[in-house]
């Protein structure tokens, strides 16, 4: 019978997880654009950071996945560490409505959720039908593990050995020991909540003095998913696990105070119910709730903390690393996508930067022409060297289950790659021209020169405009057509102005070499305002 009971309790662990992770994956993908809408909202304002976090944590049905994701948006340079703090102190509360749901215990309707949810994902084309089937088979699958961890603990319940060895948890000490190695273990608090709600239905816990404990340590243990995940990732980003561990220590360790004393808080919890089960999910929202009230007033007190413990910024990273994308952040796709618009944008930077240097050769504005050529290679081989590994990075985010928005999002940042590589490619082109022009008969005419000005002002001006537009993220027809016109403008120019070179030619102002070297210049300048257009219409999905 033992054995029987822990290879059940063992199954159902495993079905309560399984059922977890399913539900959470599929409300991660059915709202996974608007998770980034909600991130949108993020401001300086902390109390608006605690109802962002609240809901995206509730949407989830995970502060790890809420505490990673912020983790990556902090790796991406979108939040800094007073707004994570809110969040974060925002999930913890977000956490309580799965407690919620699990006190309900609503186990008879855990097989017609089962039988739905799969009609949903097995015989249903839309894939939105197949998250929301996702959902309500993984809801009945979670309660489905719950009662079988119940039946299975009845029987232990009347052996003498495990009443003996749960009375340990009687020592506040083993109780938050086992609260927090259950929730490291699980990288769950839900998971923690769910197995000692199914001890306690079997009748095995039913003193609330001995259970607050292992609360207090599991509301420590949920801080493992976000340390581990912050491992190898920049100091910020540790810095906000770190604010989690150190929000979370510092309430509790006030709250196991107040319990430890003689205040009667243990005696308030059991006043509002006659359910242990239930007293437990009441004393886990009262907890989280009262921490938010105490210490989100001392957000800096506790940045400081945090800022203490992990000395120092991150050293400057070499340009040829990725500064926004973590490879970890693919088991969000939401999050991912955003990091890497992020990094291709650090790149347009880049390739308009290089431009500028071009303009300045060509120009004859630069202080030292031969240091700028040289830069502008350098630059050209990183160009090059992150294109393809952001080009690798989104093949494996094009694996992951992303939804219709993305998908184009993600198509959308494949062109403008492309697009970026060949206008670095045209600046190298351009200053290669300037140099074999320089090296075999001298300089431009001066009309030459006022001609390239002109046509090199309108590319720049394009490329500017369309790497602006691509930055918003929003589709914006009046800067669109500003860098249309541009873009038609210099198509102009380099037919007028091949027809001037031809005429300097027939009049002997300029020789065969410089006049090639400037028609391959005006051609570039041309291919630069075109690829300039298609990143501007790279947003046109979401007109």
């Known amino acids: 019978m033992l054995f029987n009971s822990i290879i059940f309790f063992l199954g159902g662990i495993g079905l309560f997880l399984f059922g977890m992770k399913f539900m959470s994956e599929g409300l991660e993908l059915s709202t996974g654009s608007r998770l980034k809408k909600i991130l949108g909202l993020f401001t300086a304002n902390k109390y608006v950071g605690v109802l962002v976090g609240f809901i995206i944590t509730a949407i989830t049905q995970s502060s790890a996945v809420t505490t990673v994701m912020v983790i990556g948006f902090v790796n991406a340079g979108l939040l800094n560490l007073l707004q994570t703090a809110g969040i974060i102190i925002g ?11 699990i006190a309900l215990n609503i186990h008879t309707v855990a097989p017609v959720c089962i039988f739905a949810g799969s009609i949903l994902i097995l015989f249903t084309k839309k894939k939105k039908l197949k998250h929301i089937g996702m959902v309500i088979a993984g809801f009945g699958i979670l309660f489905l593990g719950l009662k079988v961890m119940s039946d299975a ?14 009375k340990f948890t009687a020592n506040p000490l083993l109780g938050f020991v086992i609260g927090l190695a259950i929730t490291a273990i699980t990288q769950s608090s839900t998971a923690t909540i769910g197995i000692i709600v199914a001890v306690m239905s079997a ?8 259970a607050i404990f292992i609360l207090y340590g599991l509301n420590i243990g949920s801080c493992s998913p976000a340390i581990i995940s912050s491992l190898g990732s920049s100091k910020n980003a540790r810095k906000t696990a770190m604010i989690h561990l150190v929000y979370n220590v510092i309430g509790i360790s006030i709250f196991a105070i107040v319990t430890l004393l003689p205040l009667g808080f243990v005696g308030i919890i059991t006043s509002l119910s006659d359910n242990i089960s239930k007293q437990f999910v009441y004393a886990h929202i009262i907890v989280n709730i009262i921490m938010a009230i105490i210490l989100l007033p001392a957000s800096k007190f506790i940045i400081r903390i ?26 969000t796709p939401s999050l991912a996508v955003v990091q ?5 944008d650090r790149l347009a930077m880049m390739v308009v930067g290089n431009f500028a240097l071009a303009k300045k050769i060509v120009l004859g504005q630069s202080k030292d022409a031969e240091n700028d050529m040289l830069r502008i290679s350098e630059t050209e081989n990183t160009v090059n060297f992150l294109r393809g590994k952001i080009k690798n990075h989104i ?4 694996a992951t289950e992303l939804e219709y928005i993305d998908v184009k999002v993600v198509a959308s940042l494949s062109s403008v790659i492309n697009d970026l590589e060949r206008v670095g490619n045209h600046a190298v082109n351009i200053v290669k021209s300037v140099s074999q022009a320089t090296e075999n008969s001298g300089a431009f005419t001066d009309e030459s020169i006022s001609e390239l000005e002109s046509m090199m002002e309108n590319a720049s001006v394009a490329l500017s405009r369309a790497v602006e537009i691509f930055a918003n993220g929003e589709w914006d027809q009046k ?8 873009e038609e403008i210099t198509d102009d120019q380099n037919e007028r102005y091949k027809q001037n070179h031809i005429a300097r030619l027939d009049k002997g102002q300029c020789d065969y070499v410089t006049g090639l070297a400037f028609v391959k210049i005006l051609i570039d300048l041309e291919r630069i305002a075109d690829h300039a257009c298609n990143i501007a219409y790279s947003l046109y999905y979401k007109k």
Do not use: C, H, R
């Not at 999930?91 to 749901?101: P, Q, V, Y």
């Not at 890497?340 to 291709?344: A, F, I």
């Not at 800067?479 to 541009?486: F, I, N, P, R």
């Open 479 to 486: 800067g669109t057509q500003e860098v249309k016109q541009l």
């Open 340 to 344: 890497t618009y992020k990094e291709v």
């Open 395 to 398: 093949i494996k985010l094009n």
């Open 306 to 331: 945090t800022e203490w413990i992990i000395k120092g910024v991150d050293e400057a990273k070499s340009d040829v690393y990725f500064e926004y994308i973590d490879e970890k952040s693919l088991e």
């Open 203 to 210: 009748g095995i816990i039913t003193d609330m003095n001995q």
């Open 153 to 166: 603990m009845k029987p232990l319940s009347e052996l003498p050995q495990v009443i003996e060895l749960f």
């Open 91 to 101: 999930a913890n509360i977000g956490t309580t409505t799965t407690g919620l749901i």
